[in-house]
């Protein structure tokens, strides 16, 4: 049987000395390799496990399960946001209704980029709205995430540039393995046709696409929420609203 990775959580009810050491002797007689573990949030453990047999997955659990001083709540194949987790001590915040949606305020930027890079490693078609007010750190959010994907990024629109608006690309810059960095406001409400054509073509590309100001490309494109497969949320605080209407109009003054 193929060696597999699994995440395993549980919160901790009564912290006795030498838990931690029983449940690694459990896991070294059934042959189950610890490749990472750490706390998650408070009393709660992570561990990223790896194993060639199913079976001695399903008997952990059932074992652990009859220990009074855990509760295991999780024992599955690792996803994304529970790697991170174990690598970084805590979960991102997800929306609870819509589940594609991860949010961070500005202290957490070590945590985002390396969530972007993770995500920038996949391979085809996948776009990614990142919201957030004028200086959060979005650009340089996803410049270092891309840098973590070993990937080049290539600017369709920005102003970061002071005033990036594309119109042509070179065969070089098209690779599909590139990260495209598209200014959601810059790209509707002040691009040119020829800029529109291009970011089109874009767009239908199996690459990575990163769209900043979501909501506004949507309003102002023939695009909607069904073409984005994560949005991000990038705020200073967690109280901060997300308002277009205090910065929209100086991109049109200041382009």
Sequence with gaps: ???????????IHKNRPGLLGDIASMLGMLEVNI?????????????????????????LGDMLSKVNSITVSAL???????ILAVRHGRYIDRDSDDRKTFRFTRDELGLLVDFLGEVFKREGNQVIGLRGMPRVGKTESIIAGSVC??????????TLLRQTIRSQMSEDELNPNNV???????????????????LQDIMTMPSTKVIEHPDIFVQESEYDYNDFDII????????????YDTFTASYTDEL
Excluded: C
């Excluded at 495209?180 to 291009?198: A, C, K, M, P, W």
């Design 232 to 243: 991000i949320e990038l705020r200073n605080n967690p109280n901060e609203e997300i308002i």
């Design 149 to 158: 994907a070993m990937k080049r990024w290539t600017f369709v629109s920005s």
């Design 76 to 82: 599955r194949q690792p996803k994304l946001v529970d």
């Design 1 to 11: 049987m193929e060696t597999k990775q699994w995440y395993m959580e549980y919160k």
């Design 35 to 59: 490749l990472t573990i750490n706390g998650v949030e408070g009393k709660t453990r992570g561990m990223l496990l790896e194993s060639d047999d199913d079976e001695k997955i399903r008997l």
């Design 180 to 198: 495209f960095i598209i200014d959601g406001i810059v790209s509707t409400i002040r691009s040119s046709e020829r800029h529109y054509n291009l």
